[in-house]
């Protein structure tokens, strides 16, 4: 019998993260692929009633650990309340979801047990009794299998999206408290005050027309043709992280994980590659138009109109024909 | 200030991928490279703290000789000195074993700040940094988009990147380690006197054979198989010049799918 999988859920203001349902969806996949116990753990100050909302999920048990030093997220207390858990009970993975709590922790975590960590994955390979994972390097442009050579627990967070919360399958988990010990952890990082950010002039959220601009505009000078085309078409301007890193647009105007989720009637991406994180924040849209140079683009795969052209020529003669139309 | 920037070379951003014959990797003769894109911004971030509180700012880097080039850009760019461990065989391509000799590299130094990139444009671990940190024995932060420093008080605020357009500042005593995002400030160029100047200033170079790392232990990945993702499209394409598909366009967004 294989040893076990954990899968650690996060969870906000009593509510169950949906990537987290999305980590234990694939847990459930490669526990009923290669075997062994899948058991979901969870954090937190009072964790109990958010560990029961995972006990009617497939699982064996539902293990949580619950402490004061775990009311707020806290790198060192968390890494030790997991390290005490996994040393006890030996698992061979830990899942978890590839949100920024986690880019922060997993990495601590497998440091400090000298166990190897794989991010971002979008799904894993069962072959040979060898379990290894998929995920995306160079920029999301190609996807790569990777092998793992490191002494187990393997820490693995799994990419939003990459599997359905929809598929989870049910069951009845006993709930249990696993007792940590954290008053020898000293917390060195202290939680000041949140902010939003992307308060602003702009709110691309009611905006039934969007015009998407992405690095293939290549200068700041060329934008002025994407506002010539959001003119003609009464759209509001949005565009990918790397327009708005540059400072060509201001911050309100980025769509995607780490900016702004839009859902217009119409969203024209022009020269943007279709990077998850830009993926996530106008899939939502009713009609996406591609305009990119690269047949192989990503963006393509969310769009209902594909053009495969440049769009120094394209761009102008939309311009054109929506002119003539008006 | 004293702070280290970590640099990593990486396939530059126009670079049309294609696969190398054992199917591990990107074919790499005709690929020209720069420094990744975040830690570019590290290192903004700490020539801005060096302008503000005065100190030294040293890149760090591993990778193959060539890398030499982005060290100098580094250099040119205001940075007083680098250190380059030098792996041409890429024994350490992994992040633990990356981080292990980072840090071994680093034992001889002191320093208030290590600044990494947030993630790198080949592998994209999103780990090194704070692997690095862990190894160190220091606090870390990451994601970050504003540093706010006070060395007199030994201490430091950050801006974390949250999801969903949110942000979250963290208070942790120095020596302390960050991750930067790419867009927390404006890359500045490197400046025709920065050129010059860059020639003189020291790289300190590290045989990745001279750091003492217990090889066999460090936990390892290894790209099994490197591969274009498969194409899911369902989308209709638009075929022919410009003109053409422009036309088609206005026609199907006000008949077909009726959002004009
Ligand atoms: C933690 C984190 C958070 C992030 N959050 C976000 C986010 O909120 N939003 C976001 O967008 N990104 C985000 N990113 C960045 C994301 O990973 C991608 O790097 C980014 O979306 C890429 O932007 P792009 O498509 O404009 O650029 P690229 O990927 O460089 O793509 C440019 C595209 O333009 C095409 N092109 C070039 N020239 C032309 C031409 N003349 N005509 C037509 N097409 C052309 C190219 O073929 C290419 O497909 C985040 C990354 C991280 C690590
Ligand atoms: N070979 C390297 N040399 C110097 N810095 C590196 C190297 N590899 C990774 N880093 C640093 O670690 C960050 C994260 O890398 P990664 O974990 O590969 O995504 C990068 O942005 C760099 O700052």
Not at chain 1, 141 to 168: C, F, N, R
Not at chain 1, 194 to 216: N, T, Y
């Amino acid at each position: 019998m294989s040893e076990p999988i954990y899968v650690l859920i996060d969870h906000g203001q009593g509510q169950i993260r949906s990537a987290s349902w999305e980590a234990l969806r694939m847990g459930q996949r490669i526990a009923a692929e290669t075997g062994g116990a899948l058991h979901a753990l969870l954090l937190g100050q009072g964790a109990r009633g958010v560990a029961e909302q995972v006990a009617g999920k497939a699982c064996a048990s539902v293990i949580y650990c619950d402490s004061g030093r775990l009311a707020e997220y806290d790198p060192d207390a968390y890494a030790a309340a997991l390290r005490q858990v996994l040393e006890a009970d030996r698992p061979r993975l830990l899942l978890m979801a590839h949100v920024y709590q986690n880019i922060d922790l997993a990495p601590k975590l497998a440091a400090g047990m000298n166990t190897a960590l794989v991010t971002d994955c979008i799904g894993f390979r069962s072959q040979d009794g060898e379990l290894t994972f998929v995920r995306q390097m160079f920029r999301n442009k190609l996807d790569a299998e990777v092998a793992i050579h490191s002494p187990h627990p393997w820490i693995v967070t799994m990419q939003s999206g990459a599997y359905s919360a929809d598929d989870l399958e049910e069951g009845q988990a006993t709930v249990h408290e696993r007792p940590v010990s954290l008053d020898g952890v000293e917390q060195r990082r202290r939680q000041l005050e949140a902010i939003e950010g992307m308060k602003g002039s702009v709110d691309l959220s009611k905006a039934g027309v969007i015009v998407g601009v992405g690095r293939g505009i290549k200068k700041e000078e060329n934008l002025e043709m994407i506002r010539e085309l959001a003119r003609v078409l009464g759209a509001e301007i949005g565009a990918s992280r790397p327009v708005v890193d540059n400072d060509w647009l201001e911050r309100e105007r980025q769509i995607g994980s780490s900016g702004q989720n839009v859902s217009p009637r119409l969203y024209v991406a022009c020269g943007i590659s279709g990077a998850i994180q830009h993926i996530v924040g106008m899939k939502g849209s009713q009609c996406i138009v591609a305009i990119n140079t690269d047949p192989n683009a990503p963006i393509f795969n969310v769009a209902r109109y594909g053009i495969v052209g440049d769009i120094f020529e394209v761009v102008p003669a939309l311009i054109k024909k929506l002119k003539e139309r008006a | 200030m004293k702070i280290v920037v970590c640099l990593k070379e990486v396939a530059g951003r126009d670079t049309r991928y294609r696969i190398a014959g054992d199917g591990r990797w990107i074919e790499e003769s005709d690929v020209s490279y720069e420094i990744n894109e975040c830690d570019e911004y590290a290192l903004e971030e700490a020539l801005k703290l060096k302008e503000a509180h005065g100190g030294e700012v040293t890149v760090l880097t591993l990778g193959q000789s060539r890398a030499d080039k982005s060290m100098r850009k580094g250099l040119a760019m205001g940075a007083d000195r680098g250190i380059q461990v030098v792996d041409d065989e890429g024994k350490a391509s992994s992040p633990h074993g990356v981080a292990a000799a980072l840090a071994a590299a680093l034992e001889e130094e002191q320093f208030d700040l290590l600044l990494a990139g947030t993630q790198s444009d080949d592998y994209s671990y999103a780990q090194t940094g704070v692997i690095l940190a862990e190894m160190l024995g220091l606090p870390h932060a990451t994601i970050v988009m504003e540093v706010d420093a006070d060395p007199a008080a030994s201490t430091l605020k950050a801006l974390r990147e949250m999801e969903s357009g949110w942000f979250q500042w963290v208070q942790m005593p120095l020596p302390a380690v960050l991750t930067i995002q790419a867009g927390i400030s404006k890359v500045r160029y490197p400046s025709l006197k920065g050129i010059m100047q860059a020639k003189r200033k020291e790289i300190r170079q590290v045989p990745l054979e001279t750091l003492s790392v217990d090889w066999e232990t460090v936990p390892r990945l290894e790209v099994r198989r490197l591969f274009f993702p498969e194409i899911e499209s369902k989308a209709e394409m638009l075929e022919g010049d410009a003109e053409a598909v422009a036309a088609a366009l206005v026609e199907k967004l006000t008949k077909e799918a009726r959002v004009l």
